[in-house]
């Protein structure tokens, strides 16, 4: 049974922080990337970060370089997504979900490249 949790969601002002996390079921680590997306209200749905977790591959889409941080904890089946310097404009329902890991190799994180997903947390950016 895949099981794909995301938590860690809130309210925080313009330049805070916030920390999200991905449960997930053991049987996806070795062949699998846990990916980050989120969903504006009347956009589409977009890829932020991704890390394949046995190989610790990660990418990062342009507009959260520099600001967002992906990392892993196998003990705990879980993957973070530390957020800094947050903006207005990342206020989204924040999705995780697992994919074949080749899909995260430097060369996008496409929504259709994932095949679990999990119910979101909401993350706004307002002061």
């Known amino acids: 049974d895949v099981q794909l949790q995301a938590s860690g969601g809130g309210l925080v002002q313009p330049g805070g922080s916030l920390k999200l996390s991905c449960a997930f079921s053991?049987?996806?680590?070795?062949?699998?990337?846990i990916g980050w997306f989120r969903q504006a209200p009347g956009k589409e749905r977009e890829g932020v970060s991704c890390?394949?977790?046995?190989?610790?591959?990660?990418d990062y889409a342009d507009s959260v370089k520099g600001r967002f941080a992906i990392s892993s904890d196998r003990g705990l089946k879980t993957v973070f997504l530390q957020m800094n310097n947050l903006k207005s404009e990342d206020t989204a329902r924040y999705f995780c979900a697992a994919g074949r890991k080749y899909y995260c190799s430097g060369y996008g994180i496409l929504t259709k490249d994932y095949d679990y997903w999990g119910q979101g947390t909401q993350v706004t950016v307002s002061s």
């Open positions: 053991e049987f996806l680590y070795d062949d699998y990337a």
């Open positions: 890390l394949s977790v046995s190989d610790q591959i990660s």
